[in-house]
């Protein structure tokens, strides 16, 4: 069974910091998605990496995947106060297959 | 171009008794999936709808049960509502064979 963890669950930082999350998984994957929710609110999503190596950026975030290491980071570039929010990476096996969802990181960024 | 619709917003309802939830898909996408989220969860996989027949199903009872209609549209029902069914509901569509998905607002299931 595809187990999917991120860490860390809660992570607090200081306003114009950078930081990481990571996204461990457990079985050989086709799709790695990063998604953000803030809080009573849907899913928002981020990124899609589809491939071993690929790197995508928005902003402040960029997102990487390794396939081989099953290892896929969302990289915060000196954080503000309006990513704070809880941050979800979702892994797919296969096409038009479910989703598989981390346990979430909670971000929050104080002034 | 109108995204995922999910109707109710809120809904509460007492043990034992039967709901069910609607879900209108973004404009060109033919498939429906769902989601239960707990208060401090992520999101788990209930099951996914395509061509009006359920394709995949997760860990979730018979309780759960759904159906999709031929304009894509899709229904979630839940009978003999418990109290640990409590949760965000959210819908999620696509185009079958492609990647992607396009959450809906959710809906909010209280069940006292």
């Known amino acids: 069974e595809l187990k999917v963890e991120q860490n860390p669950l809660f992570l607090s930082m200081q306003e114009g910091k950078n930081y990481t999350i990571y996204c461990n998984y457990s079985?050989?994957?086709?799709?790695l998605y990063w998604y953000r929710q803030d809080p009573g609110k849907s899913l928002e999503s981020l990124f899609v990496?589809?491939?071993?190596?690929a790197v995508k950026q928005e902003g402040r975030l960029m997102a990487s995947l390794d396939t081989k290491a099953r290892l896929s980071t969302l990289h915060i570039t000196a954080a503000v106060h309006d990513l704070s929010a809880t941050y979800f990476c979702a892994v797919e096996m296969g096409t038009a297959s479910k989703l598989t969802f981390g346990t979430g990181t909670r971000l929050q960024v104080t002034l | 171009d109108a995204g995922v619709t999910q109707s109710p917003t809120h809904l509460i309802k007492t043990r034992g008794q039967q709901v069910t939830l609607r879900c209108s898909p973004k404009s060109g996408h033919d498939t429906v999936s769902w989601y239960q989220q707990a208060l401090g969860q992520g999101p788990q996989f209930i099951f996914q709808?395509?061509?009006?027949?359920?394709?995949q199903r997760g860990n979730f009872p018979d309780r759960f049960s759904g159906h999709q209609f031929p304009n894509y549209s899709s229904e979630l029902n839940v009978n003999a509502l418990l109290l640990g069914d409590s949760a965000l509901y959210l819908c999620?569509?696509?185009?079958?064979?492609?990647?992607?998905?396009?959450f809906g607002s959710g809906t909010r299931l209280t069940v006292v």
């Open positions: 709808y395509y061509e009006e027949e359920e394709r």
């Open positions: 990496l589809l491939s071993n190596g």
């Open positions: 999620a569509s696509s185009l079958y064979g492609d990647y992607g998905y396009t």
């Open positions: 079985t050989t994957s086709d799709r």
